[in-house]
């Protein structure tokens, strides 16, 4: 092979390579301070106010879920009242269930009502998100007693 050859094969090694660097250091910083927005862009609700809307509740059933608690993992006894639904959960400021957890991304889970049923979205978490033992990619229904797992915390529903 002639030097030249060489030489660009080496450029294009290089340029890959810091391609390759570029956007490993954007995903770690994207995991822990969030996504940016663009200027066009407005937070979610969640982020711009803590109060609840000032819309009526829908009436609650007898037997159905209030409030999920952590019952396994660093932050245990921890709670979010569904009143407030959607919930976020993840380690950013904005989460409803805040999770001192390695293996939980910055805004990781949401728990949302679609009429008397409750459901669970993983929201493109590194490690995923699992109902009972299995890893879910679309809103799952839950009901009380479901254990959801995020990281190393086991979460669920209850009255």
């Not at 294009?12 to 996504?35: E, K, N, Q």
């Not at 009436?59 to 919930?87: Q, S």
């Not at 669970?120 to 809103?139: K, W």
Request: aromatic share 6%; no cysteine.
């Amino acid at each position: 092979m002639s030097e030249l050859t060489l030489f660009l094969i080496r450029i294009a090694y290089l340029a890959v390579l810091w391609i390759f660097v570029l956007s490993a250091i954007s995903v770690i910083r994207t995991d822990m301070f969030g996504a940016r927005l663009s200027s066009g862009q407005t937070a979610p609700k969640a982020a711009k106010s803590k109060k609840p809307a000032a819309a009526k509740p829908a009436p609650k059933r007898r037997g159905a879920p209030t409030h999920v608690v952590v019952v396994e993992g660093g932050n245990a006894g921890e709670r979010a009242d569904l009143e407030h639904a959607p919930i976020l959960i993840g380690r950013g400021p904005d989460a409803a269930i805040r999770l001192d957890d390695d293996y939980v991304s910055t805004r990781h889970a949401r728990i949302a009502a679609s009429g008397d049923q409750w459901f669970v979205e993983d929201l493109g978490s590194t490690n995923g998100t699992y109902v009972g033992a299995s890893r879910i990619n679309q809103p799952t229904a839950i009901s009380l007693g479901t254990k959801v797992r995020i990281g190393k915390t086991i979460l669920e529903l209850r009255k």
